[in-house]
């Protein structure tokens, strides 16, 4: 057997990032980013007001106490939006709202709660009651979180929501971004079924090809194909033929790498099969002919889950781009007892608790069932045959 890490870096070294794109950013959920983003102004854009109130020289407001309150003239009202740049002089004030831009002559911003008739009472003739802790208070600076020009969001991120919108907020329109890679996903065997169809004694609904096309669209991938072969006839090369048809970047087989009688894909495909000292997962196969990338996982749905984490994520990963290829670890107690195979890794599914981690199931690589109660993968070193509660483990978040 070889190490995961042996296996891991076969498939890693076969990678190259995919071609880049440039796309609107409101197109780009979900995408990695390939080149760093560079902010198109000051963000803030202008000196603003951080709260509704009123515009001040710090001088004129200094010294306020409810006892000896600063009285002061409103002059002007500033909404947001507004361009108007009213002067002040000395004991003048201008009632402004969030967001809206400091007159030059202010340099402090004085909320309704700190005078006599707040909201209610804010045009005219105002008393500050509650003096400002220091000049600047309650003013957004202009370029306090960066300057045009400067790196908002580095390349190899991935676009999410929030970053969309910082993108956004800094006046960028376009970004440059992977192209999606474009995946097949084949799952092999005689006894599957699709889900609802009557099942005959030996059959089983199948469930691989659901898992993968979900876990691959949920790493930015395209699904072109998505299908099932028999194990034997010409099934899975007509299908590679497909895959092949339709631009696939990623080919990844279920089933049909192990040692038994009708592996097909083993008999089929131009992959190199090897054994992994891992628990789910031993058998596995993979090739990069042809400029596509070929995985061929075991059948066992938990076994399938936990070979896309382990392999075929960081490598859709590295084909966008992405800065970090791996799953969050951290290091949590175990809640009870458990074996594992001494001489292979176990990546066991758990769920995550408050006070550490316990296993979804009594184990077993069919437990498709259970798989979905998993929010992480403990994870047990191939010297050990057992774990104990109270034992400490990494542990892979996947959710």
């Not at 106490?65 to 004991?91: F, I, N, Q, Y």
């Not at 003739?125 to 580095?154: K, N």
Request: net charge negative.
């Amino acid at each position: 057997m070889i190490t995961v890490e042996e296996h891991r870096e076969r498939i890693l070294a076969a990678v190259h990032a995919l071609p880049t794109t440039v796309i609107p950013v409101q197109a780009a959920l979900g995408r990695t980013l390939r080149e760093p983003v560079l902010s198109a102004v000051d963000l803030p854009l202008f000196d603003n007001s951080a709260m509704d109130g009123f515009a001040v020289r710090f001088e004129d407001a200094a010294g306020a106490t409810r006892d000896h309150p600063a009285v002061l003239e409103v002059v002007a009202d500033l909404p947001a939006g507004t361009s108007a740049d009213p002067a002040l002089a000395p004991g003048q004030a201008a009632r402004i709202m969030t967001g809206a831009p400091l007159p030059t002559d202010a340099d402090t911003v004085v909320p309704f709660e700190q005078t006599a008739g707040g909201l209610a009472d804010s045009l005219g003739t105002i008393e500050v009651v509650e003096a400002p802790r220091s000049r600047g208070m309650h003013v957004r600076g202009q370029g306090d979180e960066c300057r045009a020009g400067d790196v908002i969001l580095a390349s190899g991120a991935l676009l999410g929501p929030r970053q969309l919108a910082g993108i956004a907020a800094a006046g960028v329109a376009q970004v440059a971004v992977s192209r999606a890679p474009r995946v097949a996903v084949v799952s092999t065997g005689d006894e599957l079924r699709a889900p609802g169809e009557s099942l005959e004694r030996g059959q089983i609904p199948e469930s691989n090809s659901t898992l993968l096309a979900a876990l691959c669209a949920e790493e930015g991938a395209e699904v072109v194909l998505v299908t099932h072969v028999d194990d034997e006839g010409d099934g899975l090369r007509a299908a590679l033929a497909e895959a092949s048809m339709r631009g696939s970047d990623v080919v990844i087989t279920s089933g049909g790498v192990s040692a038994g009688a009708y592996e097909v894909v083993k008999n089929v495909a131009p992959m190199e099969f090897v054994t992994v000292a891992m628990q789910p997962g031993k058998p596995q196969g993979f090739g990069a002919g042809d400029g596509r990338l070929l995985f061929g996982l075991p059948g066992n749905p938990v076994s399938v889950a936990v070979s896309f984490e382990v392999f075929v994520r960081p490598a859709l990963l590295k084909l966008q781009g992405r800065a970090r290829l791996d799953r969050l670890i951290v290091r949590l107690p175990v809640l009870e007892d458990w074996r594992t195979p001494a001489g292979r890794r176990q990546y066991r599914p758990v769920v995550v608790e408050p006070e550490g981690v316990r296993p979804v199931s009594p184990g077993g690589s069919h437990l498709a069932a259970s798989l979905g109660r998993a929010d992480a993968y403990a994870i047990v070193p191939a010297e050990l045959d057992s774990v104990a509660a109270g034992d400490v483990v990494d542990v892979m978040l996947i959710s």
